[in-house]
């Protein structure tokens, strides 16, 4: 008997899914992390799984890893201190960025604070020019004295970052490796290794964003590999990435920028196997946690992928899964703007102290409180047994709040509810708009602690017509670490028109990218199963500034089978702006290519089932929409396949509570999701 263990850390909770690979089961558990000493909530988990269902460390055939390290260290600015070199004369393409500024209508806007401020950004003569010929050699004579000024600055590290690097890396590696000769004690890493793609202004932040994380990731990853050594665990640990694959611990300390979304792309990778084995082709997904929630799009099964993500404040480049955040989540704390107005988040009360209903010391008031004070929680142990809930406090945090409004506490803690709902709206409607779906086509997944509590309101306000309640939503993203498969991105940038002369060239960069996508798996990964490669291409109608990516056959590309290219190109044209131009002139800007390592497919039975009503435990009183009732509470563990159930009702569980409102009736599948539709003509309460 072995395990495979998927664990992802959030803000609030660090998560563990746990399957014994003879009998399929899979056990779950939520711990508090201790942002105080980080790390130990990790081997807590790990003991307390060993005890509660006996899993061996030694016996760990696989152990997958969500961090949210990365992301933290930018959105906390706690980095590297960093130093640039690039070209004379473009020192200030940080600067400069897009010359767009992030709230395009506010006229008191301001952009971020750069992470390598001007002073630290050096400018060495040399240039190589787009077609990849050296125009003039890069000056290393100059380097000695700027190692000089770096030493006087107490820089950690260094990017190097040149014009049109992507085609041609040689001054970029020349640079490099006389710097490593130089100034041993400083980490280097030049744009073209981290992210090779044509723009300098995106290759460069990205190549930053990978520095900048690079000493906390590699020290945060070390100690985990040594925590694990000491508990016996005889594999090497994985880590989820950005695109929603996985990679190696050793590759994560090199490779930091393809982690930074680790935790938020794991849990659309597990909530997109949830869909598969409930049947539901196209899903939005709604993934509220301690600090955010996190939205995402499932279509015809499958994860829709980005270029344009946003770390913090920062634009990343490198693909990822689709996800919009927001700063919405379970501690999020309510507050009074200047304005008199009631406004919810960013800040949260995360682990510790918490919200004021933990009983851990927390006083402000968080949108938890206030679902407390709505009646839906304390009805079962919550976090398997962690919390106790205490609505005395929460109802005291939310006090001052109230009569600051002069309003009842009930009403605020319903107003807080209702503007958590309606900023999830706003937040889905960019991503509905970005995608080009009609939500009426989907159905809503809710998961994380939160999830389950708003996915029926917001469903309702989304004209969503089915909600999918998982089994276990509150550890999705550890479930996604299961499930997850190797995968790695490659990039060549072309600027080819789709015409047969541009056959050979295609070609051959295909071959290479397909090259390199072997030699990650097999050599880098030592990886020995079934591989697979996707291919896509970045492609714009002649004279656009910006292309799409467009998924293509490999074969149509080595074959140079232009017309299926092109007309590849016109359908998503047209599917995602409403437009095309079949006799326009096509442009291919970048091929990319995806390797995969084919994970064995995890596969669960379903329960026999048995038809009838669901038995609730006893009734409780809650408020919803603002108005009391009194509803049937039904305990999870109780529900079988085969059952059905109707709202208004709060399913209590371990990791979650579900709130169902007027008018959603459903039934529970075979794999125990509980399937929510919506009565046409329903009334709210």
Request: aromatic share 6%.
């Amino acid at each position: 008997m072995g395990w495979r263990i998927g664990v992802d850390i959030g803000g609030t909770f660090i998560d563990f899914c746990a399957l014994d690979t003879e009998t399929l089961a899979l056990h779950t558990l939520k711990v508090l992390t201790t942002p105080e000493d980080p790390g130990r909530e990790l081997l807590d988990g790990l003991a307390s799984l060993a005890e509660r269902h006996g899993v061996d460390p030694r016996r760990v055939e696989r152990f997958v890893h969500g961090t949210t390290v990365g992301i933290n260290t930018v959105i906390q600015r706690k980095g590297a201190r960093l130093a640039m070199i690039t070209n004379a004369g473009f020192e200030d393409v940080i600067e400069l960025g897009r010359l767009r500024m992030p709230e395009m209508y506010s006229l008191f806007c301001a952009r971020p604070d750069p992470l390598i401020p001007r002073d630290r950004i050096f400018g060495l003569a040399g240039r190589m020019l787009a077609d990849g010929r050296e125009e003039a050699p890069v000056d290393l004579a100059a380097l000695p004295g700027l190692v000089e000024t770096l030493a006087g600055l107490a820089v950690e590290g260094v990017i190097v970052a040149f014009l049109h690097a992507h085609v041609a890396p040689d001054h970029e590696n020349a640079v490099k490796a006389a710097l490593a000769a130089l100034a041993p004690g400083l980490f280097v890493f030049t744009s073209a290794e981290v992210w090779p793609v044509v723009r300098e202004y995106e290759r460069t932040t990205t190549a930053i964003l990978n520095g900048y994380v690079h000493p906390r990731v590699a020290g945060y990853l070390g100690a985990l590999e040594t925590g694990l050594a000491g508990l016996g665990v005889p594999t090497r640990p994985l880590l989820t990435r950005s695109n929603g694959g996985l990679m190696s611990a050793a590759e994560g300390k090199r490779a930091c920028v393809s982690m930074l979304l680790s935790g938020t792309a794991s849990g659309v990778i597990g909530a997109s196997w949830l869909a598969r084995q409930a049947g539901v082709a196209n899903v939005l997904t709604l993934d509220v946690g301690g600090t955010s929630a996190d939205l995402a799009l499932i279509v015809d099964g499958a994860v829709l992928f980005g270029t344009d993500e946003t770390i913090g404040e920062f634009p990343l480049h490198i693909p990822s899964v689709s996800v919009s955040s927001i700063g919405v989540g379970g501690g999020s704390i309510g507050w009074i703007d200047g304005q008199g107005i009631l406004r919810l988040g960013p800040e949260s009360a995360g682990s510790s102290p918490g919200p004021a209903c933990y009983g851990r010391g927390g006083t402000q008031p968080t949108l938890t409180d206030a679902m407390a004070i709505c009646g839906y929680l304390g009805h079962a142990p919550m976090a398997y047994g962690q919390l106790d809930m205490d609505a005395a406090k929460a109802r005291a945090s939310l006090a001052p709040l109230a009569t600051a409004l002069g309003r009842g506490l009930e009403e605020t803690a319903q107003a807080m509810v209702d503007i958590a709902v309606s900023e999830l709206f706003v937040e889905v409607e960019k991503l509905v708009s970005r995608h080009g779906v009609d939500l009426r086509d989907f159905a809503l997944m809710p998961f994380g602690g939160g999830g389950p509590m708003l996915g029926c309101l917001l469903a309702r306000e989304l004209d969503i017509g089915q909600v999918i309640a998982p089994r276990r939503p509150g550890v999705v993203s550890a479930l996604g670490g299961l499930v997850a498969e190797l995968k790695a991105d490659f990039i060549r940038s072309l600027f080819v028109p789709c015409a047969d002369v541009a056959t050979t060239t295609v070609r051959e960069a295909l071959a290479d990218l397909a090259a390199q996508g072997e030699r990650w798996l097999r050599e880098g990964q030592g990886f020995r199963g079934s591989a697979v490669s996707r291919v896509s291409a970045d492609m714009r109608y002649a004279g656009q500034s910006f292309e799409i990516e467009v998924p293509l056959e490999a074969s149509d590309l080595a074959a140079g089978n232009w017309p299926a290219i092109r007309s590849a190109f016109h359908a998503r044209h047209l599917a995602v702006y409403d437009f095309d131009d079949p006799t326009g002139e096509v442009e291919l800007v970048n091929l990319r290519l995806v390797a995969v390592g084919e994970t064995p497919p995890l596969v669960i039975a379903a329960a026999a089932p048995s038809p009838g009503p669901a038995v609730p435990a006893r009734t409780i009183s809650v408020r919803i929409d603002g108005a009391p009732c009194e509803v049937p509470l039904y305990l999870r563990g109780g529900i079988e396949a085969g059952q059905t159930l109707r709202g208004p009702a709060v399913v209590a569980q371990e990791d979650t509570t579900l709130v169902i409102p007027p008018g959603f009736s459903g039934h529970v599948d075979g794999h125990l999701n509980i399937a929510l539709g919506r009565e046409v003509e329903a009334d709210r309460v």
